[in-house]
């Protein structure tokens, strides 16, 4: 069955915790998310920060369902109050995400995974596909990169299933700024 937009990830391990204490204990158990079409954004973020996150777009859903009964352990993420709904009376784990920007999102579905905001290189899976990344030399990057940026930059990771090259240049420091905000909405509230 085709899932259009949804990208299969290799990793097998369950390498993330499970076990930290969130404000309301309501951290999910899970080796995967999944994150319905409006959540796109998100999901991104969530492969950058190590998550296993697939993303299906354009899916009726009996096989968002299908999907998710065929995983183990996945934490479906929709804007779907309907669908939310219907997949939580049958026992799937679900979480209704508010209409937000990306930071506010993150801050909201973060706590509830377990999940920090803090860039780890190490974890970070490509955006694009799911895949994990690999640091690789400045010379298997000649001829992918534009010539300034080879010049530049130093630290290069290639997507072991897309091919795509990463570096650590100002998006680097962009995504970082982001996180950091992110940070600061979880763990910045004062709780009287
Ligand atoms: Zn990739």
């Known amino acids: 069955m085709a899932f259009p937009g949804l990208r299969p990830v290799a990793a097998t391990a369950k390498f993330f915790r499970t076990d930290a204490a969130t404000p309301g204990g309501c951290t999910l ?9 409006m959540l796109g954004k998100l999901a991104k973020w969530l492969r950058i920060l190590g998550v296993r996150a697939l993303y299906v777009r354009g899916a009726p859903d009996s096989d ?9 352990d996945p934490v479906f993420l929709t804007r779907d109050r309907a669908l939310y709904a219907r997949l939580a009376s049958k026992g799937f ?20 995974l377990g999940v920090e905001p803090v860039l780890d290189m190490s974890r970070t899976l490509c955006p694009l596909c799911g895949s994990s990344l690999k640091r690789v030399d400045v010379r298997e990057v000649e001829g992918l990169v534009p010539e300034g940026v080879l010049s530049a930059y130093d630290e290069f990771y290639r997507c072991t299933g897309c091919g795509q090259v990463y570096w650590r240049g100002t998006h680097f420091y962009e995504m970082k700024r982001k996180l950091e905000k992110v940070w600061w909405l979880i763990h910045g509230k004062v709780v009287c």
């Open 93 to 112: 784990k679900a979480v209704l995400v508010p209409e937000a920007p990306a930071e506010a999102q993150l801050a909201f579905v973060l706590p509830r």
């Open 64 to 72: 968002v369902e299908e999907l998710l009964s065929r995983l183990e």
């Open 29 to 37: 158990e899970y080796r995967e998310v999944v994150a319905d079409g």
